[in-house]
């Protein structure tokens, strides 16, 4: 049966280093997107170019119908599913947790969290109807761990329900073969924080991480494409951290 991932968020950023590293890898790779459509496209033809399979698919992944539609479209376009990736999530506006509104937080809440509970289902379905032994990776953050005190609370909560899924869901499907892991990056060169309205962020974390400098988008994809692999079919419900020593 040929490889067939989908990558939520997979136009961007680390999403697009996902992407593009997998299907290096042999999938056939479903770029999903929210708004960008230009993005996700050059991530496709990227991939066309180097002799890969690729569709962009745009889906709200915190819109059930919408993450029903993004299995649905990649099963006709490139086969049964047997990987996802988590990869999509917002931090909303990097700020004091006073200053965080409801309705912020749960527009964060709604993405990182239930949107990507509702693809796990989505691909648990998919891989029970094709009795694919599949595999899932979600992107939490190392936030998680940190708690992010005066940065956004809001957003490191939201990853640490991540990381406690993905080790209840994981240990709930062992016995069927389907492997759910989580890989936690640290602080990543993308657009992400100027979007939470403090691009400054990056520079000024370097030097309190132990190698002193953020990571590439390309230096969190490996992991997760190793992963997604048969050379980690040992593990699962688990969270790796790749965070330059933090
Ligand atoms: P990014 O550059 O801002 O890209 C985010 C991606 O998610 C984009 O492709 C975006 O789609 C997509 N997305 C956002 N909301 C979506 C929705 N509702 N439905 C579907 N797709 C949606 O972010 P990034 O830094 O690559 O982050 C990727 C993941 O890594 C996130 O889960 C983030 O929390 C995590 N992470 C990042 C860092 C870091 O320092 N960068 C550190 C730890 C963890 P459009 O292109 O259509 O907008």
Same mark, same amino acid.
């Given at each position: 049966m040929?490889?067939?991932l989908i990558v939520t968020g997979g136009g961007r950023g680390i999403g697009a280093a996902i992407a593009l590293a997998a299907a290096r890898d042999g999938y056939a790779v479903a770029v999903n997107?929210?708004?960008?459509?230009h993005a996700a496209g050059e991530v496709v033809q990227t991939i066309r170019a180097?002799?890969?399979?690729?569709?962009?698919? %745009?889906a709200d992944v915190g819109e059930p119908a919408d993450v029903a539609r993004l299995f649905a479209d990649t099963e006709r376009a490139l086969g049964p599913v047997t990987a996802l990736v988590n990869n999509a999530g917002i931090t909303g506006r990097i700020t004091r947790f006073m200053e965080a509104d409801?309705?912020?937080?749960a527009d964060v809440f709604r993405i990182n969290?239930?949107?990507?509970?509702?693809?796990?289902?989505?691909?648990?379905?998919?891989? %029970?109807r094709h009795g694919i032994a599949g595999v899932i990776v979600n992107i939490s953050s190392t936030a998680a761990a940190s708690g992010s005190a005066g940065d956004y609370v809001h957003y490191a909560a939201s990853k640490a329900a991540v990381e406690a899924f993905t080790l209840g869901l994981g240990r709930?499907?062992?016995?069927?073969?389907?492997?759910?892991?989580c890989v936690a990056p640290g602080m990543t060169e993308t657009e992400i924080h100027e979007r939470g309205g403090d691009g400054g962020r990056l520079q000024r974390a370097a030097p309190s991480i132990?190698?002193?400098?953020?990571? %590439?988008?390309?230096?969190?994809?490996?992991?997760?494409?190793?992963?997604?692999?048969?050379?980690?079919?040992y593990m699962t419900a688990t969270t790796v951290t790749v965070g330059g020593g933090k």
């Open positions: 040929s490889k067939v997107y929210a708004r960008d459509a180097a002799g890969g399979q690729a569709v962009a698919i %745009q409801h309705a912020m937080i969290v239930l949107g990507l509970m509702e693809c796990c289902r989505a691909a648990l379905a998919s891989f %029970q709930e499907v062992a016995p069927q073969g389907i492997r759910v892991l132990p190698m002193r400098r953020v990571a %590439q988008p390309e230096e969190i994809a490996a992991p997760v494409v190793w992963l997604l692999s048969p050379a980690a079919s």
